[in-house]
């Protein structure tokens, strides 16, 4: 069985940085893409991040170009967003998912990261 | 950068009513879209992929359609466990999310 479980949210203030990890199970994580997508309370859906299978090429979109860096180990079966200078508008719950390769079919439960002073 | 314009953003429907759901993308996607359902408090749930492949698992009332940069989502015969929200990606250049649609009950 997938899966994807994310750790590492938590409140944090504005300008201050914080770093999620997803530990990936029941299937061969280093054959797979992997995402971050975040969701603000009441919005939709926003992608963050990607990673190829080995973490030579990573994509971003312009909110968070600059800010955030995804990275992962495949000898841990863990994918990482580190997050910096962040801010009110990044709070949201963040889930890591699964590409196969480049839609999501599994996502983790989210985490929640609340940016506030 | 693609965007995503979806419609409508809140939808009503009764038992057993067929609903469909829109995605118009800026530029032609060649196919590479999906539609995920996320009920509430829940991570989203692939159900379509490649506009019109249905995923695994997912009951065959749910289908896509569509070509270009127009793409259509629709559920024939609603039940209650289909009051969620849906979301249309595109990944054919990057990823961009739809805004959502809200089914409710009538």
């Known amino acids: 069985e997938v899966q994807l479980v994310e750790t590492g949210g938590g409140l944090v203030q504005p300008g201050r940085s914080l770093k999620l990890s997803c530990v990936a199970s029941g299937f061969t994580f280093s054959s797979y893409w992997m995402y971050w997508i975040r969701q603000a309370p009441g919005k939709g859906l926003e992608w963050v991040s990607s990673i190829n299978t080995d973490g030579g090429s990573t994509y971003y979109p312009d909110s968070v170009k600059g800010r955030f860096t995804i990275s992962r180990d495949n000898a841990e079966n863990t994918v990482y967003l580190q997050m910096n200078s962040l801010r009110s508008e990044d709070t949201a719950t963040y889930y890591c998912?699964?590409?196969?390769?480049?839609?999501?079919?599994?996502w983790g439960q989210g985490v929640m990261v609340t940016v506030s002073s | 950068d693609i965007q995503m314009t979806q419609s409508p953003a809140s939808l009503s429907a009764s038992l057993g009513e067929t609903v469909s759901i829109e995605c118009l993308a800026s530029?032609?996607?060649?196919?590479?879209l999906a539609w995920y359902q996320q009920k509430s408090g829940k991570s989203p749930q692939l159900l379509i992929y490649a506009a019109s492949r249905l995923q695994d698992g997912v009951p065959s009332r749910f289908s896509g359609s569509g070509s270009g940069r127009d793409y259509s989502f629709s559920i024939s015969n609603v039940e209650s466990e289909d009051i969620a929200s849906y979301y249309c990606l595109q990944y054919d250049n990057l990823w961009t999310f739809g805004g959502g649609t809200k089914l409710e009950l009538k």
């Open positions: 530029e032609g996607i060649s196919n590479d």
């Open positions: 998912a699964r590409g196969k390769p480049y839609y999501f079919d599994y």
